[in-house]
């Protein structure tokens, strides 16, 4: 889309804005536009904790975004 951002929303739910950074269990990317807004992936948090660095495991999964809702 053009002139959009991406969003990532953390999300227990996943449909709602309800989660930690560092306790979701997805994040929600939506690419946004003034006309228009996609949910262009569901992120799964899953594999952290087994990360050497779950902290990095989790913005890795986000780090394409601009904006991040927690």
Known sequence: ???SIRIGVASNSG???NGYFGSCLRF????LSKN??????IRST???NDS???N??????VKD????FM
């Open 15 to 17: 449909e709602l804005l």
């Open 28 to 31: 929600l990317v939506y690419q």
């Open 46 to 48: 899953i594999g952290a």
């Open 36 to 41: 228009e807004h996609r949910l262009i992936d």
């Open 1 to 3: 889309m053009p002139e």
């Open 56 to 61: 990095l495991f989790r913005v890795n999964l």
């Open 65 to 68: 975004g601009h904006v991040l």
């Open 52 to 54: 050497d660095d779950r």
